[in-house]
Antibody, heavy 124, light 107 residues
Framework: EVQLVESGGVVVQPGGSLRLSCSAS????????MHWVRQAPGKGLEWVSL????????YYADSVKGRFTISRDNSRNSLYLQMNSLRAEDTALYYC?????????????????WGQGTLVTVSS | SYEVTQPPSVSVSPGQTASISCSGD??????VYWYQQKPGQSPVLVIY???KRPSGIPERFSGSNSGNTATLTISGTQAMDEADYYC??????????FGGGTKLTVL
């Protein structure tokens, strides 16, 4: 059974930094691209970032480009999101999610497996 | 950047058919996915690749996609179907795109 467990969410001041982690199990982690998706309180889903199965390619939403960095450690079955220069509008529940196809992402990207999310609050 | 648009809310009577639209430029050329999210829960995939149901999703959920509009249809809507619904697609320049979500109310 696929399990995704996010952690690292806390209250942080504007301009601060934070690193989120996602621990994955139940599948061969280094075969799959991984994503971060967020949801601000009372708002809709927003895709944040994608990393290929080998970490060689990364993609970002315009709203976080230049501030956030996605990475992975395949030896630890872990996904990370380094968040810098945080803003109030980054306040959200952050989910990690698995791409459904081995060694692929793109038109067939969707999310069958979600974690429970970790809450990031940016406030002074 | 590519965008998809959903109505903020849809209402339906129990037992009737609910239709939730998702619109975007040439959306019919892309695969569309639908998620259901109930309060306090993570999203659940209910339709993938326009019209396929994952295992465990009731047959009353169906999808279609043509032209500029994709539609999620819930036949014989039940009170348990009351939730937020999101469409999602992939665009080569914007990558993963979600609609703004539709709140389905079963009156």
């Amino acid at each position: 059974e696929v399990q995704l467990v996010e952690s690292g969410g806390v209250v942080v001041q504007p301009g601060g930094s934070l690193r989120l982690s996602c621990s994955a199990s139940g599948f061969t982690f280094d075969d799959y691209a991984m994503h971060w998706v967020r949801q601000a309180p009372g708002k809709g889903l927003e895709w944040v970032s994608l990393i290929s199965w080998d970490g060689g390619s990364t993609y970002y939403a315009d709203s976080v480009k230049g501030r956030f960095t996605i990475s992975r450690d395949n030896s630890r079955n872990s996904l990370y999101l380094q968040m810098n220069s945080l803003r109030a509008e980054d306040t959200a529940l952050y989910y990690c999610a698995k791409d459904p196809s081995r060694h692929h992402y793109g038109s067939g990207t969707y999310y069958k497996n979600w974690g429970q999310g970790t809450l990031v609050t940016v406030s002074s | 950047s590519y965008e998809v648009t959903q109505p903020p809310s849809v209402s339906v009577s129990p037992g009737q058919t609910a239709s939730i639209s998702c619109s975007g430029d040439k959306l019919g050329n892309k695969y569309v996915y639908w998620y259901q999210q109930k309060p306090g829960q993570s999203p659940v995939l209910v339709i993938y690749e326009d019209n396929k149901r994952p295992s465990g999703i009731p047959e009353r959920f169906s999808g279609s996609n043509s032209g500029n509009t994709a539609t999620l249809t819930i036949s014989g809507t039940q009170a348990m179907d009351e939730a937020d619904y999101y469409c999602q697609a992939w665009d080569s320049s914007t990558y993963v795109v979600f609609g703004g979500g539709t709140k389905l109310t079963v009156l």
